[in-house]
Nanobody
């Protein structure tokens, strides 16, 4: 069994920074690609960033501001968010694909494991 436990969300002023963490509890070896998605109020959940080994992928709106990283020794995925904007306000979800799945990292249906979500609110 695998669980993804997120932390690090909160309230921050525009231009500020936050770091999200996602710890894999259980059979971490079952997980390959890991990613962050987000869902703003009234909108559909969207892809933010993904990582498999040393390969990273980002949605255009966060390139140059967000960095995804992974500490395999700690079974933890991170999302460093800098220069935050009002439009980054959302619930952020961590997700993991089964290790044998090499599906598109930006497609939600490719992910088997999901965290509970953590709120990020950016204010003026």
């Amino acid at each position: 069994q695998v669980q993804l436990v997120e932390s690090g969300g909160g309230l921050v002023q525009a231009g500020g920074s936050l770091r999200l963490s996602c710890t894999v509890v259980g059979r971490a070896f079952q997980i390959g690609t890991m990613a962050w998605f987000r869902q703003a109020p009234g909108q559909e959940r969207e892809f933010v960033a993904a990582m498999l080994d040393d390969t990273t992928t980002y949605t255009d709106s966060v390139k140059g501001r967000f960095t995804i990283s992974r500490d395999n020794a700690k079974n933890t995925l991170y999302l460093q968010m800098n220069n935050l904007k009002l439009e980054d306000t959302a619930v952020y979800y961590c997700a993991g694909q089964d290790y044998w799945n090499r599906g598109s990292p930006s497609r939600q249906f490719q992910y088997t494991y999901w965290g509970q979500g953590t709120q990020v609110t950016v204010s003026l």
